[in-house]
């Protein structure tokens, strides 16, 4: 058995906003009021980032276009307990999709838990 943390993409749509900052905002409220429903408060939310193809910076992945913006986002649990880095991954997929419905998630990281990560995760019951 091993602990691990998850790292998830996710894309989240937003709509009626006029800004990239705007649609950050929303985005972080709608993500943060669904895994609070859930009682999900353990999981960490953040902004992803993307790299311009021409010059390599990175800049937050927030764009929109029309008044409908498209935010990625980094959505990090700590799953103990695992029986392996697939079991872990499909643990945190189904314990993050409980909240977030119809919002696709894709594996962005997965590491074994060290002594600094510790704290609140999922524990799989035997």
Known sequence: MGDYVVVLEAPIIVRDVETS????????????????????????????????????????????????????????????????????ERIAKAVIGKALKKVPLKVYEIRELTEEDEGDGVELGE
Do not use: W
């Open 21 to 88: 900052e705007d649609a950050i905002n929303v985005a972080v409220s709608k993500v943060a009021k669904a895994l609070n429903k859930e009682k999900l408060d353990f999981v960490r939310v953040e902004i992803g980032y993307s790299q311009c193809p021409v010059c390599g910076a990175h800049f937050e992945s927030a764009f929109v276009i029309g008044s409908v913006g498209l935010v990625g986002m980094y959505l990090t649990i700590k799953v103990y307990n695992a029986q392996t880095i697939e079991h872990a």
